[in-house]
Every structure is written in structure tokens, then in C-alpha cells.
């Protein structure tokens, strides 16, 4: 069974950078697909990024600042965010599901992270 594991959270300042990580041993995109969401306080968890077999997503008109990619090395999932604003505080989860099509919504995926947090303040 998958486990991802997040790590790469913390505080930046506004059009700070940060890049957060995802593992999951067994994670491999000949039969699965990795997204990254995030719930802010008092909000409902979004879709950030997808990485499939067959291709990217990006929701929520993200795509100008984030960008996720995998190092094939290790199998490790990446989220680089670039120009944070405040409203990117939120605890970001890494989920995976079975299949190489990317979906945004959050009941599509069975292994979930614990989710790390990121602040974005001055």
C-alpha cells in the first residue's frame, strides 16, 4: 500500500519560493498518478498540480507560479512554488491514485499523505 510522505513545508515571504517533495515507496507513473492539493483554513481542499503518464494539470490557475515535476532517480515528486502570496497558506497533501489519468478532485485518490504546512507571511 502507498504512503506518501510530504516534506518541504514551512514559512516564506510573499514572492519567496519553496519546494515541496513527495515519496511514496512503490510510486511509479507506469501505473500511477500524484497530485498535490491544499486546504486553507475555513476552505475546502483543492487540486494544485497533477503528474500522470500522460501528462501535467495545473487548477486553480496555477500553472504561472507552481510547477510540478518528478526526479526519475528516486521517484520523488516535486512542487516548486514561486511568487507566493498569502493566500497560498495552506497545508499542501500529496495524493496518488491507481491509473494514469489526472483528476482535480480529491475523491479520485486513495493514498493521501499527512500534509505539510506552508505559510506565506511578512
Known amino acids: 500500500q502507498l504512503k506518501p510522505v510530504e516534506s518541504g513545508g514551512g514559512l516564506a515571504q510573499p514572492g519567496g519560493s519553496l519546494r515541496l517533495s513527495c515519496t511514496a515507496s512503490g510510486f511509479t507513473l507506469d501505473y500511477y498518478t500524484l497530485t498535490w492539493f491544499r486546504q486553507a483554513p475555513g476552505k475546502e481542499r483543492e487540486g494544485v498540480a497533477c503528474l500522470g503518464l500522460l501528462g501535467k494539470e495545473y487548477y486553480n490557475r496555477l500553472k504561472a507560479r507552481f510547477t510540478i515535476a518528478i526526479d526519475n532517480t528516486n521517484s520523488t515528486v516535486y512542487l516548486q512554488m514561486r511568487n507566493l502570496k498569502p493566500e497560498d497558506t495552506a497545508v499542501y497533501y500529496c495524493?496518488?491514485?491507481?491509473?494514469?489519468?489526472?483528476?482535480?478532485?480529491?475523491?479520485?485518490?486513495?493514498?493521501w499523505g499527512q500534509g505539510t504546512q506552508v505559510t506565506v507571511s511578512s
Open positions: 495524493a496518488v491514485r491507481l491509473g494514469s489519468v489526472c483528476y482535480g478532485e480529491q475523491n479520485e485518490y486513495s493514498f
